[in-house]
């Protein structure tokens, strides 16, 4: 019976490690009847889209590996040519990206995401409200512009550092909290200060016979390099219980491991619980900072870009979405949810106690806050004077956001006005050659025999050398993402072309009694579900051509649903799994999962809710919600004949 269990047991395992090549074999098989049954076009874009679906939330195999199914499903099931399919992979979007990325590499290369961050902490202060606050700011306008992942990435190191002092300097100082860098005016005080600091100090030791641990042997070393800061009263307590001990505790003291150590703690205790709060509040305002970020442009995240492409495709008549109208949207929704994020984030960890985490007086700073704001000046003042690079990163960054506004702001004439042939310049015109003229612009200040930047240090640079190289470029361009939205906009020309959008459609007639609120808010809840197990592009992607042969079959405006469903699809920050930033975030071993679902699930219905308000109140006039477009109806009409 054990040898009939055991092997069971072995099968199980084999099967389990197994699991992702069944899928990927037995899902076709499995519904390989519905084309062979029914060979109808409809049938066998159904079987396309449902292949792929699976896949992409399974994630059986790659995500821009299965977006290439439909590459050669759609050829071999006679539901578009491979030259059609083909096109769909590369589309007006795709240039947008390439531009955006040679911008972000330019960034990224120069330090300035790292200057624009330091300086925001900076002016934010140490406190803890106001830090997690100043973080959550930079995080947000630098997400605005890169992709949220790059911009977790680029942020969460810096927010650790500051973490790390914060945690190093309260070990010694955690019954002092509360204590103002003022110096005391009396020596009773200064006696009282003795006291307090010897029975730390008493205490910190036995622990350290007992079990010592990293962060206790970090604390005795950053007790004595508080002198080096002009602090001697800590010494001189330190040294003078010394010289009371029995001669077996300094045997302890001489084992103090060296400063450079202690970025070593990860599992070792916190010296409070306020202080582990604090780390899990400033970790989690990082990633859903990012997110919020990401909502702003069109090329914010990868969802935007995917709804802006295959909305476009779909109405090419309607021209109301572009990076104008988006942000015009998009950017009061940002500011509320930074808002009503930071107070939700402070209550949960933090508490209700704002005068006391957010006030911006230097008497009410304690000696841990003091230090934090030195190392964050330290770290600013490592980047020394802003460099050649970076002001023509600064300019090009400008550049490009003021083309796009002004290319056609609505109110008044654009900038393409100016041409004769209207229609032919888009935001991806801006972008790429903007992109363009990085890798052709030298590095060094022209005339300056003095060089600049990364290469000040090198003699035998080429002066010439330009903003970016290929390699900079390449090492920030997702191409999968690329492969993965000219995949959604395959399956979305499939659908189209097969008539299943509208076969889709019909069956959602049942719920034409429904009012457009009750619509979009279904479509929200539905798609924010969903993207916490499935990645956000894929989600959007199978949805989207749901939502518009709903929308089309309701006679509802269908921005009225997709501009919703959209932002939505960003609200996955309930699980490491659900988004890229939320692993970067977990990974530092800060919080714990039953931390994300707590915090994520706030952030969530925040999110929902400000949505919601939004699409109801100044997106009505904005894009025109209460009627049902032309560019719809004529949609709606070719799609029935």
Known sequence: MRLEAAARMDLFRKLWKARKLIVVVLIPLSLLPLPLLQPTSEACCAYVLMVTAVYWVSEAVPLGAAALVPAFLYPLFGVLRSSEVAAEYCKDTTLLLMGVICLAASIEKWNLHKRIALRMVMIAGAKPGMLVLGFMCCTVFLSMWLSNTSTTAMVMPIAEAVLQQLICTGVADAQHDSETAEAPDDDSAALDKEDNLDKNQLELFYRSESNCTKQELCTLTEVQSVEVNGVALKRSASQEFIKQTNGHLPQVAIDIPLPKRVKARRDSQYPTKRDHMICKCLSLSITYAATIGGLITITGTSTNLIFAEQFNTRYPDAKVINFGTWFIFSFPIAIIMLVLTWLWLHCLFLGCNFRETCSLSKKRKTKREMMSERRIHEEYTKLGPISYPEVVTGVFFILMTLLWFTREPGFVPGWTSLFEKKGYRTDATVSVLLGFLLFLIPARRPFS?????????????????????????????????????????????????????????????????????????????????????????????????????????????????????????????????????????????????????????????????????????????????????????????TAGL
């Open 449 to 637: 025999p003095s060089s600049s930047g990364k290469d000040k240090d090198d003699p035998n640079a080429d002066p010439l050398a330009p903003m970016i190289t290929w390699k900079d470029f390449q090492r920030l361009m997702p191409w999968e993402i690329v492969i993965l939205v000219g995949g959604g906009y395959a399956l979305a020309a499939g659908c189209k072309v097969s008539g299943l959008s509208v076969w889709i459609g019909r069956q959602l007639e049942p719920m034409s009694g429904l009012p457009p609120w009750a619509v979009t808010l279904l479509a929200c809840l539905l798609v924010s579900a969903v993207t916490e197990f499935a990645s956000n592009p894929a989600t959007l992607t199978v949805f989207l051509p749901i939502l518009s042969a709903l929308s089309e079959t309701l006679q509802i405006n269908p921005l009225h649903t997709l501009i919703p469903s959209t932002m939505c699809v960003s609200f996955g920050v309930m699980l490491p799994v659900g988004n890229p930033p939320n692993a970067i975030v977990f990974s530092y071993g800060h919080v714990q999962i039953s931390d994300m679902v707590k915090a994520g699930f706030g952030v969530n219905l925040i999110g929902v809710a400000v949505v919601m308000m939004a699409i109801t109140t100044w997106g009505v006039p904005l894009f025109n919600l209460t009627e049902f477009p032309a560019w719809a109806l004529a949609r709606n009409v």
